[in-house]
């Protein structure tokens, strides 16, 4: 397949998925350019596969950040249990907003 027409269909699908368009929309775009059905298909899903991994990305940091708030407040726990007996609260914060942030980050990277 020539190269040429290869780079116009993933830049012109590119632009176009990130615009916010649906597949169908590309498809036919793309078909209206001349691009063949099997590069198209080619095109969109590698494009869908390129949108997930972009999308795990970015939210893997807010996800290990939620970890280590976790990790932290286990910490926090263990330290304070045998300093301050009676003090339990801060602890249990870190830890029920940590495992909060990990489930939503989680959610958000499928």
Sequence with gaps: MDEGLKNKAYLEGSRLKNAGYEDEVI??????????EELI????LNLGIQHVIDKHNAAKPFYISAWMKIGLGVLAAVISSYLIPGQ?????GLIVTGIIAAVSTKKDML
């Design 27 to 36: 498809a036919a775009r793309l078909e209206k350019m001349g691009i063949p």
């Design 41 to 44: 298909k080619q095109v969109l």
């Design 88 to 92: 339990v609260t801060l602890p249990i």
